[in-house]
């Protein structure tokens, strides 16, 4: 009877460890790792103490590796981990397993996850930040750009402004010596009052609202609106007409079909023109029109009318606070507002960034549970992992073969799925789909990254055609010139040489600019990036292969530290398909005896013609399997031709049950069948 007391009876090792171990490490080294626990017990102290303490400090390292912390707490911490590491080294066999069980926990999915994430931070690090790098250097080139134009219409404005400025501001401190020769101006007003009110400076189709203002006031700042608005517009005109100019230089430029229209897209952003639009905000709250200019107007228009009583000027000016859009004042910090949105946005992305680390690290953690959790279960569930056909389990089969009793190899073909042989280097359909899932994981993240990095490579080929092809080059220039010049002495010519006197001045502007600092300079990714990326998923799926056979490594490992444990296991895994091969035995002669008739009638009609052409397909009719010729046992009864292997007619009890006597076939089971349940 097969029982524990069977282990005893061979000196054999029952593990394929212990036999390599047996054949290649001298006797002492083998005594010392597969001898009792109370043999060398200090020697078996130091050299657990040893492995804790290497191990401690690897899986501290593996831990602190994403974590900010200074050199004292370090010290600390990985003083206090370690010794804590060396204890259980020490005393403790599960942890030494649970250890040891990291390696291919390393090499199977949980590796496979820290690999992910290592990508994941590496793409962060990489293409992510280098989009963000170069998405904000457009950014800053644009509000540079922005700053550039609105700096030029500041200074065509101030030209334009200041004479009429001076003008007032003369009219103003003179106004006691208009008083004594403001009698006869009234007539001469009228040339001022044309000045005002003339029609020039803007496009007036469409301008009905200049005519239908309620004011002075309100006319002339619709006037001034419309001038603001028409500057604008030709603006607008001009950058168009020069992408319309640039675009067909390119197109001259490269005379290769299609290939021209892609490099010279970006010379059809005509709305970047679009930009200058900013300007109308700016006309609509900014009109450099003071506040109280059409009242001062029609109090001195009526002040002209009403010469002959009196003559007084006032001056008021009023200061109008830009309202901010999207909460950005456009005229004064726009660039540094946009800086200072982007550093926040920075500030956010190195925390996901320490976050990632952190993740990082922390996989060590669970990569340690998930072996801990692994010992555990192999000590404590007796099912669980116990599919696989392990030298110990040769050895009871061969003893039991030896003695002529029932065994088990080789497997029948139903028995195959349930049991894994550990040498075999094909894929058992168990173990086949956390293969499939982890090379889809693989392939999902390799198109992300692909993706991502198509991103970035086409955002800098972009980027850099922009660069190469935006480049501007401003003149403003402005030359004023007005020399009135009043003759007489009477009170009216002194009143004009006061008043139209004072439009008497001359400016000269030349502004050379360009935006050359303004052009963006984008970065491209460098190759060690691509490098640090693509290796890792390499390793992730070569890690998707191997992911079987480190699996099966852990039971090797757990064998080692728990052999006892596994004897049970295996003893029980051996009583258990001896129960169920009885069982499917006992099964397959019921169908036999209840299908008998069927099978000479389905067989004589499909196989006939196969058996004239000398073709004879064999199976066996128990266990499906295929059959070599010589190795088929036939029923020896006349009419019946049902075929059976070696092993499922010695099950049978070498009766044909598709042919025999319901009577004359009961089963008789031997002493061999009543001795398969084990002691555990």
């Keep these: 009877m097969a029982s524990l007391s069977e282990t005893n009876e061979s000196k054999a090792p029952h593990?394929?460890?212990?036999?390599?171990?047996?054949?290649?490490?001298?006797?002492?080294?083998?005594?010392?790792l597969?001898?009792?626990?109370?043999?060398?017990?200090?020697?078996?102290?130091?050299?657990?103490?040893?492995?804790?303490?290497l191990s401690g400090t690897g899986l501290f390292f593996g831990l602190i590796y994403g974590i900010a912390m200074t050199t004292i707490p370090r010290v600390v911490v990985g003083c206090l981990f370690v010794g804590v590491c060396i204890l259980g080294g020490i005393f403790s066999s599960l942890f030494r397993c649970s250890v040891l069980l990291m390696v291919p926990s390393m090499l199977g999915s949980k590796g496979r996850t820290f690999l992910m994430i290592f990508v994941l931070h590496r793409l962060y690090q990489g293409p992510i930040a280098n989009i963000q790098h170069n998405v904000q250097d457009v950014a800053f080139s644009m509000g540079c750009n922005i700053d550039l134009q609105i700096s030029h219409s500041k200074v065509m404005w101030r030209m334009v402004t200041e004479p009429f400025v001076d003008v007032v501001q003369e009219i103003a401190k003179d106004s006691v010596e208009f008083q004594k020769d403001a009698q006869n101006v009234s007539r001469e007003f009228q040339k001022i009052r044309d000045e005002v009110m003339g029609q020039f400076g803007y496009d007036s189709f469409g301008k009905?609202?200049?005519?239908?203002?309620?004011?002075?006031?309100?006319?002339y700042v619709e006037k001034t609106m419309a001038r603001c608005d028409y500057v604008v517009q030709e603006g607008i005109g001009r950058c168009q007409d020069w992408f319309n100019n640039k675009w067909e230089e390119c197109m001259n430029t490269i005379q290769a079909p299609l290939i021209n229209h892609?490099?010279?897209?970006?010379?059809?952003?005509?709305?970047?023109?679009?930009v200058m639009r900013v300007m109308s905000p700016w006309c609509t709250e900014k009109i450099p029109v003071e506040g109280n200019f059409g009242q001062t107007f029609d109090k001195l228009n009526y002040s002209i009318n009403r010469l002959a009583e009196h003559f007084t000027t006032n001056v008021v000016y009023q200061k109008l606070e830009q309202q901010s859009v999207l909460g950005v004042n456009i005229l004064q910090d726009f660039s540094k507002e946009l800086r200072r949105v982007f550093e926040e946005k920075a500030v956010i992305a190195k925390r996901i960034a320490e976050v990632i680390r952190i993740l990082l690290s922390l996989t060590f953690i669970t990569v340690f549970t998930s072996a801990f959790g692994y010992v555990h279960q192999y000590c404590r569930d007796i099912r669980f992992d116990n599919v696989y056909i392990t030298t110990y389990f040769r050895q009871i089969d061969a003893r039991r073969m030896r003695a002529d009793k029932r065994y088990l190899l080789p497997l029948k073909k139903a028995e195959q799925e349930s049991l894994i042989n550990p040498w075999s280097l094909s894929i058992h359909p168990s173990e086949l789909m956390p293969v499939i899932m982890g090379f889809m994981q693989v392939v999902s993240l390799a198109l992300f990254v692909c993706v991502l990095l198509?991103?970035?490579?086409?955002?800098?080929?972009i980027f850099d055609l922009i660069r190469r092809h935006t480049f501007t080059e401003y003149s403003v220039t402005s030359v004023q010139h007005a020399d009135i010049v009043i003759g007489g002495d009477s009170m009216l010519a002194k009143l004009l040489r006061k008043t139209i006197g004072a439009f008497n001045s001359s400016s000269n502007l030349d502004v050379q600019s360009s935006n050359l600092h303004c052009l963006p300079q984008p970065h491209a990714l460098e190759q060690s990036n691509?490098?640090?990326?693509?290796?890792?998923?390499?390793?992730?799926?070569?890690?998707c292969c191997l992911q079987v056979y480190t699996n099966r490594l852990?039971?090797?490992?757990?064998?080692?530290?728990?052999?006892?444990?596994?004897?049970?296991?295996?003893?029980?895994?051996?009583?258990?398909?001896?129960?169920?091969?009885?069982f499917f035995i006992n099964r397959q002669r019921k169908r036999l005896r209840n299908r008998k008739q069927s099978f000479k009638t389905v067989q004589s009609v499909l196989f006939a013609p196969l058996m004239r052409v000398g073709c004879r397909l064999r199976w066996c009719w128990v266990c499906d399997g295929f059959v070599r010729q010589n190795q088929a046992v036939e029923c020896g009864s006349a009419g019946c031709t049902i075929i059976y292997c070696q092993q499922c007619w010695r099950d049978l009890g070498s009766i044909c049950y598709g042919c025999c006597p319901q009577n004359q076939c009961e089963p008789q089971e031997s002493d061999s069948d009543s001795d398969v349940y084990y002691g555990c």
């Design 15 to 32: 593990t394929t460890l212990e036999q390599v171990s047996k054949c290649i490490l001298p006797l002492t080294v083998h005594k010392f």
């Design 208 to 219: 009905e609202s200049v005519h239908t203002a309620n004011s002075t006031q309100e006319e």
């Design 530 to 543: 691509y490098l640090w990326i693509f290796t890792p998923l390499l390793l992730m799926g070569l890690m």
């Design 262 to 274: 892609i490099l010279c897209v970006p010379m059809t952003f005509h709305f970047l023109c679009d």
């Design 34 to 53: 597969f001898g009792p626990m109370s043999d060398c017990p200090v020697v078996r102290r130091v050299v657990g103490a040893g492995f804790g303490a």
């Design 554 to 582: 852990r039971r090797v490992i757990t064998t080692f530290y728990f052999p006892k444990r596994e004897k049970r296991r295996i003893l029980f895994l051996y009583n258990l398909m001896i129960q169920k091969r009885l």
């Design 454 to 461: 198509a991103v970035d490579g086409i955002l800098y080929n």
